[in-house]
């Protein structure tokens, strides 16, 4: 079977006015949609279901 890595970033959860900081890391991919002749691109979350869990257990 073919795995697949996704990079996870690095999201503040908490007010940018509160120290320290808490973060959450989450799996995203990049995304490129076309039409005609324009272009977006954006990060997708991939919707593992569990945020803390899951990047826990990736490391």
Do not use: N
Not at 27 to 42: M, R, S
Not at 43 to 58: F, H, I, K, P, Q
């Amino acid at each position: 079977m073919k795995q697949i890595k996704f990079p996870y970033l690095k999201y503040i959860i908490t007010p940018p006015t509160q120290k320290p900081p808490q973060y959450i890391y989450r799996p995203v991919i990049p995304v490129k949609l076309f039409l005609d002749k324009k272009a977006v691109t954006f990060d997708a979350l991939v919707d593992s279901g569990a945020d803390e869990c899951t990047y826990r257990c990736a490391l």
